[in-house]
């Protein structure tokens, strides 16, 4: 049990930047709060107590403002930010390291007892404050909602969701293959990543690598062959300077790739 709260409470300090002590996460945070009571009022629900689960639920719903349904199945390090009109139904399945938002619903649109009514949200899933996800369909892993979403149909992983009804704004297959980032991006915005600019220059910036490569290899073969050439590596110098110059701005991943073109 303490394992789980210490890695709870590291979850939040990785992905809150506010977050400055694990003492401040402990008393501070209703949406760890939530969580943990939540787990007592499950492990009720799958013994049966029902009232007992349901009622446990709704004291956490009264200390915490986030309402979280004692049949709902939650992962590990799940993150419930600020947490104040959350609402969390029977059905819902939260996969590992999830993010969600202040207002977020997980929510049904189907009467039918017993059946799959709310979302299930695969591991690395952030929803944006007051999103809404209605239905019992699959979000795939890393997807991101957009605050103040209605998601109304599946989201492939990796994929962003924004808009209501929602609609995928940047599918998981137009991404880079390469991940773009490490760690977690809080508020589910990765800085620059899929800014034209950037993405233009850190091509360019490849592709010249790629030509300096080849250029060395061939003037290598020239000088085997007994010719002289100088000039080219002042010109490349120049060149580079300027480079870095102008791209020092984007971010830091460009500096480092014009240091190894430099080399
Ligand atoms: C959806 C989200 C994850 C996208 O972040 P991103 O990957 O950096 O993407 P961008 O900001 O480049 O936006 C991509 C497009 O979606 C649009 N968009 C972004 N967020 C949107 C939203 N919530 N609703 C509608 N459109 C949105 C942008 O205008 C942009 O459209 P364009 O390509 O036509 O210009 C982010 O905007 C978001 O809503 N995060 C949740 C933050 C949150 O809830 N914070 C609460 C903290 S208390």
């Known amino acids: 049990m ?11 300090r ?15 945070y209703p949406g760890l709060h939530a969580i943990v009571l939540h787990r007592f009022a499950h492990a009720c629900w799958r013994r049966q107590w029902r009232w007992l689960a349901r009622f446990v639920s709704q004291l956490a719903r009264f200390l915490t403002g986030i309402e979280i349904h004692p049949g709902a199945t939650l992962g590990r390090r799940v993150f419930i930010d600020h947490g104040m009109g959350v609402v969390i139904g029977e059905t819902a399945e939260i996969g590992d390291d999830c993010t969600i938002y202040q207002g977020v619903t997980l929510g049904g649109t189907s009467l039918t007892r017993g059946a799959k009514r709310h979302p299930t949200l695969e591991r690395g899933v952030i929803v944006g404050a007051g999103a809404k996800v209605l239905g019992g369909f699959t979000i ?11 998601v109304v149909k599946p989201v492939p992983a990796g994929g962003t ?5 929602a609609r995928i704004v940047m599918p998981a297959v137009s991404r880079p293959k390469e991940p773009k980032h490490e760690g977690f991006c809080a508020y589910g915005i990765t800085p620059n990543a899929d800014d034209p600019m950037s993405l233009a220059i850190h ?5 010249a690598s790629t030509q300096t490569q080849r250029i060395d290899e061939i003037v290598a073969a020239l000088e085997r062959l007994g010719a002289r050439v100088e000039a080219l590596n002042a ?16 971010d830091g991943k460009t500096e480092e790739r014009t240091e190894s073109l430099a080399r």
């Open 2 to 12: 303490f394992d789980r709260l210490r890695e709870d409470i590291a979850a939040i």
């Open 14 to 28: 990785e992905r809150d930047p506010a977050a400055r002590s694990a003492w401040e996460v402990v008393t501070c």
């Open 140 to 150: 795939g892993a890393e997807a991101k909602i957009g605050s103040n979403a209605v």
């Open 161 to 165: 969701a924004v808009g209501n009804p």
């Open 203 to 207: 091509g360019l910036i490849d592709h």
């Open 235 to 250: 010109v490349d110098g120049a060149a580079l300077v300027d480079l870095k110059r102008l791209c020092t701005s984007m």
